[in-house]
């Protein structure tokens, strides 16, 4: 094994619960959740642990854990 950077994991759970008038709504309101999970995800907003997961208006549709961790030494010629 070379002397390369360490392998990093992102453990996540995403617990969203949405309830509204008809399928198609709440399938755009959890797909936008997840978006704003996403963004804040690649604005590394996150830290390890629970946060909220609210709507538009600030209501609470869930959570999602992060544990950010790192491993074994990774090689970039490993398959």
Request: hydrophobic share 30%; with cysteine; aromatic share 8%.
């Amino acid at each position: 094994m070379s002397g390369g950077p360490m392998t990093q994991y992102i453990h996540r759970d995403i617990e969203i619960e949405c309830a509204g008038p008809a399928q198609r709504v709440l399938s755009g309101w959890t797909a936008r959740a997840l978006r704003q999970i996403a963004d804040k995800l690649e604005r590394d907003e996150f830290q390890d642990g629970h946060h909220d997961v609210t709507d538009r208006h600030g209501k609470k549709l869930g959570s999602v854990y992060f544990d950010f961790s790192e491993g074994h030494q990774y090689d970039d010629n490993e398959s």
